[in-house]
């Protein structure tokens, strides 16, 4: 088939995938590879995981990557990995059904009739719940390092304004998985109101600024410079793709590697490094914060920027709303490591990769996403008025 765009057509799919799907097909999750100079590529064009309806009832997930013929047959015959997967030729495609995964061989063992699949990324990570108990299981030994990361914050959070963790439990590397108690609380933008709106953010804005003092600090170091670095990068990706959006794009990148911060206007703290509103949650008087997978040592304002681009409300007036209120706040918070000028340079970073991930993860609208997140990017307070 190679026409990329017809693996995340749900219609399309459902013929293709005949054999698996007797009713509907759902994408659950896409990554796809932006164009390659050389034609004659190995690397795997598109990776598609689809929940599917069964012949007998019930659902199927799925999952799917798409390489040239060549390299489907050459990879079917030896990738090592049991069960071998299925080619479907017509459409170059390699076809694992879960539990079976290339990436997490142990999935298999973890799952039975006691535990659900809560989040799944292939051959990456995945989320399970047994009872009360959460697992999270990696392609490395990511678990281990996340686990340390939990105990370590489990004592932040007992100090008044931190967010709260969950309990870790203990990492088990023969499966490659971390488990810990789960947590019973709303989400934070199922309860946020104009009315409660300033008195949340402010509750975040403290929250957060107990994390940027934590110490051990744990994860990688990331500086404003690799940062640039890496949105040029980024802004050629998306005039690989999108050819329209080459010359806006360029612009954007290069202002962005033109104004990074001095080193010494830039503080490096602990980090959440993927923070945002779907990582709260509300117990009581106290904020719940999850998903620590990308603790990192930076610049604070990253998260805040973070927080911002990757709002979910739906009211667009709401979301401005607790945008501003947890900026103001913050400022208020931690002056010493506030500066605006920095902030809008960290929006502009953000933006311009939320355009290059919508091409990569191809949800459905993803042109016109990207097309707004450069916008954004290009005019990054725009959002906050």
């Not at 290339?102 to 009739?113: H, I, K, N, S, V």
């Not at 923070?275 to 117990?283: A, C, W």
């Not at 340079?345 to 997140?373: C, D, F, T």
Request: glycine share 6%.
């Amino acid at each position: 088939m190679l026409d990329l765009d017809l693996y995340t057509d749900a219609a399309v799919m459902r013929t293709a995938l005949a054999p698996y799907a007797a009713g509907g097909v759902q994408v659950l999750h896409a990554t796809r590879r932006a164009p390659r100079r050389d034609p004659a590529s190995r690397a795997c064009r598109i990776a598609v995981c689809y929940r599917v309806q069964r012949s007998e009832g019930g659902h199927e997930i799925v999952y799917g990557k798409v390489y040239p013929s060549n390299v489907c047959a050459e990879l079917a015959a030896g990738t090592g990995v049991p069960p071998a997967p299925e080619w479907l030729r017509e459409i170059d495609m390699l076809l694992w059904r879960f539990p079976h995964d290339p990436g997490l061989p142990q999935l298999g063992a973890l799952l039975d009739e006691r535990t659900e699949l809560v989040r799944y990324r292939p051959e990456e990570r995945a989320t399970l719940r047994r009872g009360g108990l959460y697992a999270k299981t990696f392609h490395g030994d990511d678990g281990a390092a996340l686990c340390a990361r939990f105990q370590q914050l489990s004592f932040l959070s007992n100090e008044p304004g931190s967010f709260e963790v969950a309990a870790p439990l203990g990492y088990d590397a023969s499966t490659r998985t971390f488990w810990q108690h789960g947590v019973e609380a709303a989400a934070l933008a199922e309860v946020i109101t104009e009315d409660n709106c300033a008195a949340l953010m402010a509750q975040v804005a403290h929250g957060l600024a107990r994390l940027h003092g934590a110490e051990p600090r744990f994860g990688p170091v990331r500086n404003n410079a690799e940062l640039a670095a890496a949105a040029l990068k980024r802004g050629a990706k998306i005039g690989r793709c999108m050819p329209a959006l080459a010359k806006q794009a360029q612009r954007v990148a290069e202002a962005i590697a033109a104004h990074v911060p001095a080193p010494a206007d830039a503080p490096r703290v602990q980090i959440h490094g993927d923070f945002h509103m779907d990582q709260l949650r509300v117990r009581g008087e106290r904020l719940v914060l999850f998903d620590l997978d990308e603790l990192a040592i930076g610049d604070p304002l990253e998260d805040l920027a973070s927080f911002v681009v990757k709002c979910p409300l739906a009211d667009a007036r709401l979301a401005r709303q607790a945008c501003a209120a947890l900026i103001d706040a913050y400022a208020r918070c931690r002056p010493a490591l506030f500066d605006a000028a920095r902030l809008s340079w960290h929006l502009s970073v953000q933006w311009l990769h939320k355009a290059s991930r919508a091409y990569v993860w191809q949800r459905p609208g993803w042109r016109a996403a990207a097309e707004e997140a450069l916008a954004h990017a290009e005019h990054p307070r725009s959002v906050l008025t």
